[in-house]
């Protein structure tokens, strides 16, 4: 009987892949947001991110410029996670052969403009066409040794901390999705993410893990669980909400915490500090590593068991 690939799922539809092309030559592999290679003496951070019409964004919400931003921003937020600089791009289009050139020069625009604003440089890419829009970018950046953070470094008693308030992408998808109005600064937030590439420059020698958040706090904390060996406890009253989170979510009839909890595309930083550093950190304390496995949220006196659910792209 033949499998699909949505019986599979996005995780373990990665992992099958893996499988067939895992080698050694690489400092870090697949399991990160980047991989890491060894360039002479230097370590050298790569990362590749899609953005394809129909599924992550569509227009006329999103604008061409929008898109062509997003495309370079979602890739220097897996630089920023790993301890890195992002540097250089490569930017390859699939292109329906009746598209508009305004379509295409907007998204261009946006590139442009986001590669301003983090200091990448487009130094080549592939252009094809097909039935549907979709922007890849490869990006390159670079890591002092002392500085890399990888998943698989929490330890029990670490100290779980985000470096932004969560839940307002999700929440500005959603009011689009039911036609919610009132709520242009979600929807934004949505749209045009922003990467504090600075955030964690000053202390990334205190921290133990770390990763930013595009699946969704659950599931990116359960990236780090799970390469780690550990489990978590997460505090209900500690995580922090965009602005207008809670407002939006009584609009659409939802719990605010699932936005924070689940909501992915926040692309700010999730990390895990030893207690003796946290005086040296900047960030919201949400959370504790433990040795017990599973992630719990801690709410009124009581632990409930959370699933490590997420943005899957194969989702049936």
């Known amino acids: 009987m033949v499998q699909l690939v949505e019986e599979l799922g996005e995780m373990k539809l990665l992992e099958r892949l893996h499988s067939f092309v895992s080698g050694k030559k690489a400092l870090v ?88 604003t983090y200091h990448v440089e487009v130094v080549g890419g592939n252009v094809s066409k097909g039935n549907q829009l979709v922007v890849d970018v490869t990006l390159v950046g670079s890591v002092q040794k002392k500085n890399l953070c990888l998943r698989k470094d929490a330890k029990p008693g670490d100290f779980i901390m985000v470096s932004g308030p969560l839940g307002g992408s999700a929440a500005g998808l959603a009011l689009y999705a039911q036609r919610k109005k009132g709520f242009t600064r979600l929807e934004k937030l949505h749209r045009n993410p922003i990467v504090d590439v600075s955030f964690a420059s000053g202390f990334l020698g205190s921290l133990h893990a770390m990763q930013d958040i595009s699946d969704g706090l659950v599931c990116d904390l359960g990236h780090i669980c799970k390469a780690s060996k550990v489990g978590a406890v997460l505090y209900a009253d500690n995580i922090p909400f965009a602005p207008d989170v809670p407002e939006a979510a009584k609009v659409l009839g939802k719990n605010p915490l699932d936005f924070a909890l689940y909501g992915g595309e926040e692309y700010c930083l999730l990390f895990t500090v030893p207690g003796n550093k946290l005086s040296s950190v900047s960030g919201y304390l949400i959370g504790e590593i433990t040795k017990k496995r599973g992630i719990r949220l801690y709410k009124q006196g009581k632990e409930k068991r959370l699933s490590v659910k997420g943005h899957d792209h194969f989702s049936v």
């Open 29 to 116: 592999g697949v399991g990160d947001d980047a991989a890491v290679i060894r360039v002479g003496k230097e370590q050298l951070l790569l990362s590749t991110d899609s953005l394809v019409e129909g599924v992550h964004f569509s227009f006329p919400w999103y604008s061409p410029y929008e898109v062509g931003k997003k495309a370079i921003t979602v890739n220097v937020s897996d630089i920023v996670a790993m301890g890195g600089k992002a540097e250089y791009a490569l930017v390859s289009l699939i292109v329906p052969p009746k598209m508009s050139l305004d379509v295409l020069d907007g998204i261009y625009k946006g590139i442009s403009a986001a590669g301003k």
